[in-house]
């Protein structure tokens, strides 16, 4: 099964997924373990980031690829992508186009 590691940006709150370069408000560019191997090596970047007070909260989440796109597999984790739900006008889904 396919995971990403997401948590919440602790200085604006923003829910972010790690990416190859650091974290990401969008979920598609997260990086996507494939095995249990690259899913430690996450985990240890997000702990690190979390140890660094950058973020807090890191978990892993399932998901599955399609093409370009990483879809969470838990509806919880599908409303953490799309931002405030209140105003899908504003934030940063605005710009996402959720």
């Not at 923003?14 to 430690?40: I, Y």
């Not at 989440?61 to 006008?89: A, F, I, K, Q, W």
Request: proline share 5%.
């Amino acid at each position: 099964m396919s995971k990403i590691i997401t948590a919440n940006h602790l200085i604006g709150g923003d829910v972010v997924f790690l990416a190859e370069n650091g974290w990401t408000p969008n979920v598609d560019r997260a990086s996507v373990a494939d095995d249990d191997d690259t899913l430690a090596a996450l985990a240890a970047r997000a702990a690190d980031a979390e140890a660094r007070n950058i973020v807090v909260g890191a978990y892993p989440v399932e998901v599955r690829c399609e093409g370009s796109r990483v879809v969470p597999l838990h509806y919880r984790e599908v409303m953490r992508t799309r931002g405030p739900t209140v105003r899908p006008d504003l934030g940063h889904q605005a710009t996402l186009g959720a």
